[in-house]
């Protein structure tokens, strides 16, 4: 069964570095979501793409993230430089098409950030 | 704005009996999803159930139901015969104009041998 791919896994780094987190959505998903989930608390949006554009990045904190998926398909999530408050579960999911009521989102099993 | 409440952080549950998890959502839209999805320890989020607003039926997967009361903005999920892999962390979801997803806040499901 095809399933959304993320790496790595875990990642422990200290303040200030570089971390970079890598998605590969099921295959033919035009919609890649990357989410940010605190300890005890529900997934928030940080970006979504649709194909290779990018069509909310409202909550995405522009001054330290980036992302992109440079050709619709695979995409990677960079923070620079690391904060402690950027420990949390980095959660990517896709979708099938974007503005169709499928409604689910598979999701990947996430990488887990910490920061030292 | 679009909010989803879950308000029990954390429930428990006999094996074999019957629980119900709470959400409320906040919405001024007349046509929109709810969802349930499932985060085991460790492993993905799955999705559960779905409900389509504009259907009065409550949807139903097999041991789990949905009570949709649209005009109180309540979505609840009940487990019935709830066995040992329910036990996860349950998320309430709300989708608005078909590609924004809004999740509550989650409810631990422990569920007792």
């Known amino acids: 069964e095809a399933e959304v791919a993320q790496s790595p896994r875990y990642k422990i780094t200290e303040k200030s570095q570089a971390v970079a987190f890598w998605c590969d959505p099921i295959s033919g998903h035009a919609t890649l979501y990357w989410y940010r989930q605190i300890l005890g608390q529900g997934p928030e949006l940080l970006v979504q793409?649709?194909?290779?554009?990018?069509?909310?990045d409202s909550q995405l904190p522009k001054d330290r993230f980036s992302a992109e998926r440079l050709k619709g398909v695979d995409s990677t999530l960079k923070i620079q430089p690391a904060e402690l408050g950027d420990s949390a579960m980095y959660l990517c999911?896709?979708?099938?098409?974007?503005?169709?009521?499928?409604?689910?989102?598979?999701f990947g099993e996430g990488s887990r950030l910490t920061v030292l | 704005a679009q909010t989803v409440t879950q308000s029990q952080p954390e429930m428990s549950v006999q094996e074999a009996e019957t629980v119900t998890l709470s959400c409320t959502y906040d919405t001024s839209e007349s046509d929109y999803y709810l969802f349930w999805y499932k985060q085991p320890p460790s492993r993905q989020m799955i999705l559960v159930i779905r409900q389509e607003a504009y259907k009065q039926q409550n949807a139903t997967e097999n041991r789990f139901s949905v009570n949709f009361q649209k005009a109180a903005k309540s979505f609840s999920l009940k487990i019935s015969d709830s066995q040992l892999g329910d036990a996860a962390m349950y998320f309430c979801?709300?989708?608005?104009?078909?590609?924004?997803?809004?999740f509550g806040s989650g409810t631990k499901l422990n569920v007792k041998p």
């Open positions: 793409f649709q194909d290779e554009s990018v069509v909310d």
């Open positions: 999911a896709s979708s099938i098409n974007y503005g169709t009521p499928t409604g689910e989102l598979f």
């Open positions: 979801a709300y989708l608005y104009n078909f590609n924004k997803f809004y």
